[in-house]
C-alpha cells in the first residue's frame, strides 16, 4: 500500500515561492505507469487541481497556474515536488499530493499541509 | 474551460437513498471519479470510472453518467455517510476539473 507525505513550510510571506515536497512510501515513484499530481484546497473552499508529472518526468498544468507552477520528481529520493512562485494570500490552502493510476482519478492521497501566505 | 456543477447541498434521512448529481456539457462523454470528504480528512475515492468501486468501499455506493448529468448514489444511508462529496474529470482542455462540491447531511 503506498503512502504519501507532503513537507514544507507552513507560513511563506507574498511575493516569495511556495516550495512542499511529497514523499512516496511503500512503492518506487518511478515503477508503473502512474502520475503524481499536486491539489489545494482553500479553507472551507472546493478541491482545484494546480498540476501533474508523470513517471517519466512529463508534467501537465492548470492553466490557471501554468506560469506560476513548477513540478518536479526526484527519483534517487522517491519524492516529487511543487514550487509556486509569486504567491499571494489567495494561495493559502490545505495542499495535497495524490497518485492516479493512469485513468484520470486519484486513488491515493497524502494527509495535507496547510500552507499559509502571510507577512 | 470545463465546468461541473454541483448542488451545494443535499440532505437525506437515514436508511434513504440520497442522489447527488454533477452537470457537466456532454459528460457522458468522460469519465466521472467521486470522493469522498470528512472534516479534517484527505478526499477518498468512492466510485471512479463513473460506476466502478474501489475495494473496501460498501456496495451502497453506485454511480452513473449519461449526457449531461452524473449521479452517486448511496443507498441505506448512514450517519457515517455525512461528508462532502467532489465529482472529477479529465478534460483535455482544462486538464482535471473538480466540481465545485456537494454537503450531504443526514437528518
Known amino acids: 500500500q503506498v503512502q504519501l507525505q507532503e513537507s514544507g513550510p507552513g507560513l511563506v510571506k507574498p511575493s516569495q515561492t511556495l516550495s512542499l515536497t511529497c514523499t512516496v512510501s511503500g512503492g518506487s515513484i518511478s515503477s508503473g505507469s502512474y502520475y503524481w499530481s499536486w491539489i489545494r484546497q482553500p479553507a472551507g473552499k472546493g478541491l482545484e487541481w494546480i498540476g501533474r508529472?508523470?513517471?517519466?518526468?512529463?508534467?501537465n498544468y492548470n492553466p490557471s497556474l501554468k506560469s506560476r507552477v513548477t513540478i518536479s520528481v526526484d527519483t534517487s529520493k522517491n519524492q516529487f515536488s511543487l514550487k509556486l512562485s509569486s504567491v499571494t494570500a489567495a494561495d493559502t490552502a490545505v495542499y495535497y499530493c495524490a497518485r492516479d493510476p493512469g485513468g484520470g482519478s486519484f486513488q491515493d492521497w497524502g494527509q495535507g499541509t496547510l500552507v499559509t501566505v502571510s507577512s | 474551460s470545463y465546468v461541473l456543477t454541483q448542488p451545494p447541498s443535499v440532505s437525506v434521512a437515514p436508511g434513504k437513498t440520497a442522489r447527488i448529481t454533477c452537470g457537466g456539457n456532454n459528460i457522458g462523454s468522460k469519465s466521472v471519479h467521486w470522493y469522498q470528504q470528512k472534516p479534517g480528512q484527505a478526499p477518498v475515492l468512492v466510485i471512479y470510472y463513473d460506476s466502478d468501486r474501489p475495494s473496501g468501499i460498501p456496495e451502497r455506493f453506485s454511480g452513473s453518467n449519461s449526457g449531461n448529468t452524473a449521479t452517486l448514489t448511496i443507498s441505506r444511508v448512514e450517519a457515517g455517510d455525512e461528508a462532502d462529496y467532489y465529482c472529477q474529470v479529465w478534460d483535455s482542455s482544462s486538464e482535471v476539473v473538480f466540481g465545485g462540491g456537494t454537503k450531504l447531511t443526514v437528518l
Open positions: 508529472i508523470y513517471t517519466s518526468g512529463s508534467t
